[in-house]
């Protein structure tokens, strides 16, 4: 926070929530970190034009939770040119760029007819809630079908995924 | 079906739960992430898992 600037809304929740944003945030990887991460998400706060938030406690989690997916995403790539940079394999990072997109095609191709395999409701549900980002009582409602039926589609489609990628990890 | 193992599922199940925009179940995750130093691993590679799906399936612009 810039001197003389107040606290805005949510910063104020999240001076509130501090040890549980902490808590979590340490959970979530952080592990000592997690006061500097803290203050980092604080700094992010500050400079967000305000404006209405649902549930501000939910929104700070989600920030929290974002934040690590970043870092972890930063943390993989970083490691990948590290190997690259040691010539360590064959990696498909040091193939070229056409090579790069027939494996990235490779993959679509193996996604859809896994998903494809499932049955189209999975599929389609699969979609609305990972594209559209639609809720599951949403999506329950559009099928007319219950909240565990969605969930099981979510379940059969996310194990089929990772069992997908364990597959092209192995190659 | 093959026996899976019990934190690798559990993990994805919350990986699930959490994609949700209305979850809000935050401090439950807290609790069981710490209850394993196990557990932590197993709800990253899910939350790759679908980072994965959804990369292949809307590929964005790089940067």
Redesign the interface.
């Known amino acids: 926070m810039a001197v003389g600037d107040a606290p805005n809304r949510l910063q104020q929740v999240m001076l509130g929530e501090r040890d549980?944003l902490v808590?979590?945030l340490a959970?979530?990887?952080a592990a000592d970190q997690a006061e500097d991460l803290f203050h980092d998400l604080w700094q992010k706060l500050a400079t967000l034009p305000e404006r209405p938030v649902g549930?501000p406690?939910?929104y700070l989690?989600r920030a929290a939770?974002n934040l690590m997916?970043d870092l972890?995403?930063a943390a993989i790539s970083r490691d990948r040119r590290q190997s690259d940079w040691h010539g360590l394999a064959d990696t498909p990072h040091d193939r070229p760029a056409s090579d790069r997109s027939l494996i990235?095609r490779e993959?679509?191709t193996a996604?859809?007819a896994t998903l494809a395999a499932l049955g189209p409701r999975a599929d389609k549900i699969f979609?609305r809630?990972?594209?559209d980002?639609v809720?599951?009582?949403d999506i329950a409602a559009e099928w007319g079908i219950s909240l565990s039926s969605v969930?099981k589609d979510?379940?059969k489609a996310?194990?089929a995924?990772?069992d997908l990628?364990v597959r092209f990890d192995a190659e | 079906m093959t026996h899976r193992s019990e934190p690798t599922e559990i993990a994805r199940r919350w990986a699930i739960r959490v994609a949700d925009p209305a979850f809000d179940d935050w401090d439950a995750l807290t609790l069981w992430i710490e209850a394993d130093p196990a557990h932590l691993a197993a709800y990253e590679a899910a939350v790759e898992g679908e980072e994965w799906a959804d990369r292949a399936l809307r590929p964005e612009p790089k940067e």
């Open positions: 549980r808590r979590f959970a979530r990887g549930d406690l939910s989690f939770e997916r972890r995403r990235a993959q679509l996604i859809e979609r809630y990972r594209l980002g809720g599951q009582a969930e979510l379940q996310y194990r995924i990772a990628k």
